[in-house]
């Protein structure tokens, strides 16, 4: 299983950056993917998921009505579309693989995501 994010980069305030998530080694359209994210010196948390089919999607309050997660099952690969950007939103963002198999959730917890890529840095600047 790979999880390969990139996308990141330098943004002002208010901009956008879309991220994405190249996965292999595993049929991605059988399991529901999540992004988190890790801000220096805090603890990863969840931003946003989806389901497998694509149809039902979660996300943080900080980010609702700005992210918008989206998944092309025939290419294998997540994105994060990330409008309204603030500096708060300034972290390393992961895409995960989630662990279970209800079709119907989005879990935010992390215990209930097994892979996860390397990262991709996100900077807002003021």
């Known amino acids: 299983v790979q999880l390969q994010a990139s996308g990141g980069g330098l943004v002002q305030a208010g901009g956008s950056l879309r991220l994405s998530c190249a996965a292999s080694g595993f049929s991605f359209s059988d399991y529901a993917m999540g992004w988190f994210r890790q801000a220096p010196g805090k603890e990863r948390v969840f931003v946003t998921g989806i389901t497998r089919s694509g149809g039902s999607s979660d996300y943080a309050d900080s980010v609702q009505g700005r992210f918008t997660i989206s998944r092309d099952n025939a290419k294998n690969t997540l994105y994060l579309q990330m409008n309204t950007l603030k500096p708060e939103d300034t972290a390393v963002y992961y895409c995960?693989?989630?662990?279970?198999?209800?079709?119907?959730?989005?879990?935010?917890?992390?215990?209930?995501?097994?892979?996860w890529g390397q990262g991709t840095l996100v900077t807002v600047s003021s």
């Open positions: 995960a693989r989630a662990n279970y198999r209800n079709s119907r959730i989005v879990s935010p917890r992390t215990s209930q995501y097994d892979y």
